[in-house]
């Protein structure tokens, strides 16, 4: 069974930091690309970044392009999003997911989704 469980998550004042982290199990995790996409209440959801599976090609969207950074360590199954000087506007419900390639996690087509963390930011 394969699971992507986040943490990290949490309430910080604008400006701040937040860690995600996202533990996969029961699949190859070497051979899936990451991504992270956030959601609020009424939108649907939105692309964040994305790393290939040996982090060779990276990709962020506009938004967060030069705050956030994501990462991942294949020894430890694990993928980050390192989130800095964030803003009211990043506050959302943060989804990873896993895909057999970059361009379907972009795509927003992973073939398995976390459960999602709150990330809340306040002014």
């Known amino acids: 069974q394969v699971q992507l469980v986040e943490s990290g998550g949490g309430s910080v004042q604008a400006g701040g930091s937040l860690r995600l982290s996202c533990a996969a199990s029961g699949l190859t995790f070497s051979s899936y690309a990451m991504g992270w996409f956030r959601q609020v209440p009424g939108k649907g959801r939105e692309f964040v970044a994305a790393i290939s599976r040996r982090s060779s090609s990276i990709y962020y969207a506009d938004s967060v392009k030069g705050r956030f950074t994501i990462s991942r360590d294949n020894a430890k199954n694990t993928v980050y999003l390192q989130m800095n000087s964030l803003k009211p506007e990043d506050t959302a419900v943060y989804y990873c997911?896993?895909?057999?390639?970059?361009?379907?996690?972009?795509?927003?087509?992973?073939?398995?989704w976390g459960q999602g963390a709150q990330v809340t930011v306040s002014s």
């Open positions: 997911a896993a895909a057999q390639g970059s361009r379907a996690v972009v795509a927003g087509k992973g073939d398995y």
